[in-house]
């Protein structure tokens, strides 16, 4: 299986939105509904934010949603603040049992 | 709250087998909403998911790396192992041990370990 594609980069101004892509195949993020999203900052663990494309574990901001169309999710964070900034990864279920996640997207709040 | 934490040599010789022990403490491994997981990040390449296990023993593992990797789990010491054979430079890496919710959940990871760092150098 291959890593999901996404972005190297992505940037928004405090207080604005900002869009995440993740780009799979029909055999994972087409065929299930079951994408989630980790926030890792600098040194430290990554932390689940979404789960099954657009569920919220408790105790993460309403900010931070999810969605999926076809081939693609995508992590959407409204109200971007400073402490949003941080590395973000897809990861989706690709069948009989198997894993995959994406390359990781380097969020910069500007 | 579920705590996980890894163990084991930080340095490892190029064709000799890496071991890694994760403890998890407040709670249980034998949990039935649970599987077991490795995840390794390397500044090239992000993470990379290595396998699953059950408590019962039932694995999964990345077919990339399905032929080096065995894993393990002791029930009575709460504790699951990863062993990876054949090692070389591709596999240093910051390895991490993560609780694996349900496949009806999709299989996301919500507890982490800290992380253990795996030179291979001779």
């Known amino acids: 299986q291959s890593a999901l594609t996404q972005p190297p980069s992505a940037s928004g101004s405090l207080g604005h939105s900002v869009t995440i892509s993740c780009t799979g195949t029909s055999s994972d993020i087409g065929s299930y509904n079951y994408v989630s999203w980790y926030q890792q900052h600098p040194g430290k663990a990554p932390k689940l934010m979404i789960y099954e494309v657009n569920k919220r574990p408790s105790g993460v901001p309403n900010r931070f949603s999810g969605s999926k169309s076809g081939n693609t999710a995508s992590l959407t964070v409204c109200g971007l603040q400073a402490e949003d900034e941080a590395d973000y990864y897809c990861?989706?279920?690709?069948?009989?049992?198997?894993?995959?996640f994406g390359g990781g997207t380097k969020l910069t709040v500007l | 709250q579920l705590q996980l934490r890894e163990s084991g040599p930080g340095l490892v010789k190029p064709s000799e087998t890496l071991s890694l022990t994760c403890t998890v403490s407040s709670g249980s491994i034998s949990s039935s909403n649970s599987d077991w997981g490795w995840i390794r990040q390397t500044p090239g390449k992000g993470l990379e998911w290595i396998g699953s296990i059950y408590y019962s023993g039932s694995t999964n593992y990345n077919p990339s790396l399905k032929s080096r990797v065995t894993m393990s789990v002791d029930t009575s010491k709460n504790q699951f192992s990863l062993n990876l054979t054949s090692v070389t430079a591709a596999d240093t890496a910051l390895y991490y041990c993560?609780?694996?919710?349900?496949?009806?959940?999709?299989?996301?990871?919500?507890?982490w370990g800290q992380g253990a760092p795996v030179t291979v150098s001779s």
């Open positions: 990861k989706s279920y690709a069948g009989s049992n198997n894993l995959v």
């Open positions: 993560a609780r694996q919710g349900p496949l009806s959940s999709g299989c996301y990871f919500d507890y």
